[in-house]
């Protein structure tokens, strides 16, 4: 019987100059442990005109995770952080109770040709921090865990496996491991994994109980202990998950919260541009996202 209980494909959007394949969430499948959301950006190559322009815009009770492959993001966010993110770190900003960000083309790539590729993740909260004071934390690349064993390359982006813990601060149980190899190879790690677990084959295929798998899709294990597999070589696959929580986690637009009154809140706290629960971003201020109006009378 296999192991695999779900298998998701990529869904592609294009949002202005880049695509974004949608992982996460679908109808079938709303979480990955505290994995609520993923978004695979690009790979997209951009001209000297076509920059990357997300202005200011609001969560709660989650937190965020941008981890590049290629290009650069400049974030800014209400709490007053300011860091351009390159490929290989980690921008780790948990909401709470409520924080404003953006995300642009830094200033000095504006003008220039450019290329954009990485995820973005959303990582629900417990519960005792969904309201919690915001926060960011920037860990650069030379500061997560790798190692290798033989032609297998680890590197633990955000959480614990294997023994080892990545500096991202976390607020659960969780993993989010890249995996690369330069042959093919039997990759056999259920024992190192816990709660539930997908994997995300970006590069090359997996071959899982004599089924093949290539790149742009999601699969999501029944047991993780039996997490097992073989990849081709040049391959990259990333694995995330962890222990689920006990609430189930509602999402409405950016908002993930385990009580609807809290999110519906938000969304009033938004429309109306409410600067005490959703203060403006330093050195961001002139524009925003509006609240879509189907989100702000949806249920």
Not at 24 to 37: D, I, M, S, T, Y
Not at 208 to 221: D, F, H, P, R, V
Not at 242 to 259: A, L, M, Q, Y
Not at 274 to 284: M, R, T
Request: proline share 6%; net charge negative.
């Amino acid at each position: 019987m296999s192991n695999i209980g779900l298998i998701i494909e990529e869904k592609a959007a294009d949002i202005g100059n880049f695509l974004v394949g949608r992982l996460l969430p679908f109808r079938e499948k709303r979480a990955v442990g505290p994995f609520v959301f993923i978004d695979h950006m690009g790979p997209s190559e951009l001209k000297d005109y076509q920059n990357l322009d997300v202005p200011p815009h609001p969560h709660i009770g989650l937190s965020t995770l941008t981890y590049l492959l290629e290009g650069s993001i400049f974030h800014r966010d209400s709490i007053g952080s300011a860091m351009e993110i390159k490929p290989g770190a980690v921008n780790w900003m948990t909401a709470g109770k409520g924080v404003v960000h953006s995300e642009r083309t830094p200033e000095y790539l504006r003008e220039t040709d450019k290329k954009l590729h990485g995820f973005q993740i959303w990582v629900g909260l417990p519960k005792h921090l969904e309201q919690s004071e915001p926060t960011f934390h920037h860990t650069e690349a030379d500061e997560l865990p790798v190692w290798e064993n033989g032609d297998i390359h680890y590197k633990l982006i955000a959480g614990e496996a294997f023994g080892k813990k990545s500096p991202v601060p976390v607020h659960s149980k969780l993993f989010f491991i890249e995996i690369k190899t330069k042959s093919a190879q039997k990759i056999s790690i259920g024992q190192d994994l816990y709660g539930e677990a997908a994997m995300y084959v970006l590069d090359g295929t997996v071959n899982i109980e004599g089924n093949t798998y290539g790149s742009k899709q999601l699969l999501i294990a029944k047991d993780t202990k039996l997490c097992e597999f073989e990849m081709s070589e040049n391959a990259t696959v990333y694995l995330f998950g962890g222990e689920p929580f006990e609430e189930e986690r509602f999402i409405f637009w950016n908002f993930v919260n385990s009580d609807r009154e809290v999110i519906d809140q938000a969304k009033v706290n938004w429309n109306d541009q409410n600067h005490d629960a959703f203060p403006l971003v330093p050195g961001d201020e002139d524009e925003f996202v509006p609240l879509p109006k189907a989100i702000l009378n949806r249920k």
